[in-house]
Each structure stands twice: as C-alpha cells, then as structure tokens.
C-alpha cells in the first residue's frame, strides 16, 4: 500500500471562514494561445511568456501564506494540439526545468510532479527527477506541477493500484472508503486545495484535481495566464478568506 506517514494535515483551510488565506491554491493556466494571437505571435509565444509568469507566482507564494501550489501544465489531453505545439511545450518544460533548477532549489521550493510520466520522453522524465530529488529537502512552497495529468486518468491509476493490492490481499475490500483511496492519488502527500483558480475567462475545470477539489473554493478569472500577477493571486486569496466555508455543515 502506498505510504501515507507524511501525508500533510489540512488544518490551513479556513473552515469556519475566519479570514484566514488558503494554504493550498491549484491553478489552470489557461489562455497563453490568445495572449499571443491577439498580439499576432505564434501560440508557443504566449507558453513561454506564460513559464515567465510561473517564476512570479511562485516567488510570491511565502508572503501571501500560501505553503502548497499546484499548477496544471499539460493535460492528458493536451495531446490533441498540433504536433508542433505539443513538441513545443515538451521542450519548454525540459528547458524551464534546466533553467530553473538553481533557483527553485535555493528560494527553498520543494518540487513535486503529479501526472503519468509513461507518455513522456525519457528525457523530460529524467529532468523532473532530478527536480524533485534536488529540491526534497526543502520546506518552503511546496511546488506541484501537474505534467500529462487528468483528474480521470489519475482515479483510475489509484484505483488499479487499489485492486492489485485487494488481489495481493494486502487490503480488504471491506477497507476501501474514503480515506483509503486517496492514499493511492497521485496527491497523496498534498493537502486538499482550498482555492481553485482559472484564468481566462472559461468556466470548467477541464478535468483538473477532480477527487481533491470536491470542497474547493473556486475562482474564474477574465485575466489571461500570461497577464496574471501576484497582485492580483493576492487579491483572490484576500476574498477566499472572506468566504464562509461550511464543508456541508451548518454552523451554530
Ligand atoms: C493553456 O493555454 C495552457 C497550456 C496548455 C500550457 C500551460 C503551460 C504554461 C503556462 C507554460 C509553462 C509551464 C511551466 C510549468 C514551465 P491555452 O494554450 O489553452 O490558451 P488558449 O485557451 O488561449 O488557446
């Protein structure tokens, strides 16, 4: 079974809506493609301007309180885009990773990928262990970067994993509730999100963080990724803490 010893608590979620800021923010970086077009540029433009704008909102992470970040970088369907997008971005990923790897270590960024690595090129594969191996002693943001991840994709990886485990006998299917099938997530060391954003103006959560995001707050944002500033993830996170958050009970 998968260990879960250094699962993180959740206590960071404002459950009675005290004002406190979310602990856990997961991001869809959406609307890099028309960032460009609008300025005439080709669609890998708008990604790299958008992996510029990674760098700030990370790096304001510490003082907006926000200990873990999650952000949605490809998609298992992702794969449909052009070839030369899709190769496009697999190359900026494996540069940004490169380029990024002193940085992230020194400003204390923990990295961690979520996703199937099976699809990637070994290449990339290579790279993000390396990030993460590199970056695991540190406690600062935990940095999560969601690469060739899908919300589906993902429960039925776990729920494989589950059933080899039943098979084995080394879980009962008596045993398998709510707080079991979790530990076999992809996220099983991250906390729930508490506040989930989408940039550009569409609202759907395009298969993103689905089992962890069933008590999120959410935020849909008219602002394009590439445009998006730490100011304004400051101004989301102000009104998250204003939110009364229930959990589905009722208060006295
Ligand atoms: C969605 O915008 C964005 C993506 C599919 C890629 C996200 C990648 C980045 C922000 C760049 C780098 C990230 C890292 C971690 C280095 P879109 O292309 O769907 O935009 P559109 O809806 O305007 O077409």
Not at 33 to 38: I, L
Not at 80 to 89: I, N
Not at 95 to 112: D, F, G, P, T, W
Not at 220 to 234: C, V
Request: charged letters at 30%.
């Amino acid at each position: 079974m998968v260990s879960n010893t250094d699962t993180a608590p959740s206590e960071g979620a404002s459950e009675d809506g005290t004002g406190q800021g979310p602990r856990h923010v997961a991001i869809i970086m959406d609307g890099n493609g028309r960032w460009a077009q609008s300025r005439g540029r080709p669609r890998l433009f708008g990604h790299h301007a958008g992996a510029k704008r990674v760098r700030e909102i990370v790096e304001c992470c510490p003082s907006l309180g926000i200990k873990y970040l999650t952000i949605f970088a490809f998609s298992t369907e992702n794969w449909k885009r052009t070839q030369v997008e899709v190769a496009g971005l697999m190359s900026l990923f494996r540069r940004y990773i490169s380029k990024e790897m002193k940085a992230l270590a020194a400003r204390n960024v923990r990295v961690r990928f979520i996703g199937d690595r099976v699809r990637l090129d070994a290449k990339l594969v290579q790279l993000m262990d390396q990030l993460e191996e590199e970056t695991k002693g540190n406690d600062g943001t935990n940095l999560t970067i969601a690469l060739n991840y899908g919300g589906r994709d993902e429960v039925a990886r776990a729920t494989k994993r589950l059933a080899q485990d039943v098979a084995a006998g080394k879980l009962s299917p008596d045993d398998v509730d709510e707080e079991t099938l979790p530990k076999y997530l992809d996220t099983h060391v991250l906390p729930d999100p508490d506040l989930v954003i989408r940039t550009s103006g569409e609202a759907r959560i395009s298969n993103f963080l689905l089992w962890q995001s069933a008590y999120a707050e959410y935020e849909f944002i008219d602002t394009l990724w590439p445009d998006f500033t730490a100011e304004e993830l400051g101004r989301l996170c102000r009104g998250y803490g204003a939110r009364d958050r229930r959990f589905g009970a009722v208060k006295t």
